[in-house]
């Protein structure tokens, strides 16, 4: 369970963030070409009766020991649309909808 994963997985550091997360909602994502992509597949960032609002996310994978930033990490994420869903959840929308992964550049 993910209790168990946590519980033998503890944090090396303070200041790092745990190594996994919990919840359902990982699907089977695909790699965005490139940071700062539009990742609205189901058309809601253009419904003017319920428009989805823009999300910047933006981050930096830190070596908890060295403090350094790691290029070429992984990093997946995945958003919930207009609808209250995640992609997964719904069979109306393209499953890459608000979802994927990136990997981190030297920035």
């Given amino acids: 369970t993910m209790l168990v994963d946590c519980i033998n997985h503890r944090k090396n550091a303070g200041n790092s963030t745990e190594w ?22 189901d058309g809601s960032d253009k419904d003017p009766d319920n428009p989805a609002v823009p999300a910047a996310i933006s981050g930096r994978v830190i070596d908890a020991e060295s403090g350094k930033q790691i290029k070429g990490a992984k990093v997946d994420f995945w958003l919930t649309a207009t609808s209250g869903k995640y992609a997964v959840q719904d069979e109306t929308v393209d499953p890459r909808n608000l979802c994927g992964f990136l990997f981190t550049d030297a920035e």
């Fill in 20 to 41: 996994t997360v919990q919840g359902p909602f990982h699907g089977s994502h695909e790699e965005w070409p490139c940071h700062g992509a539009n990742v609205c597949c």
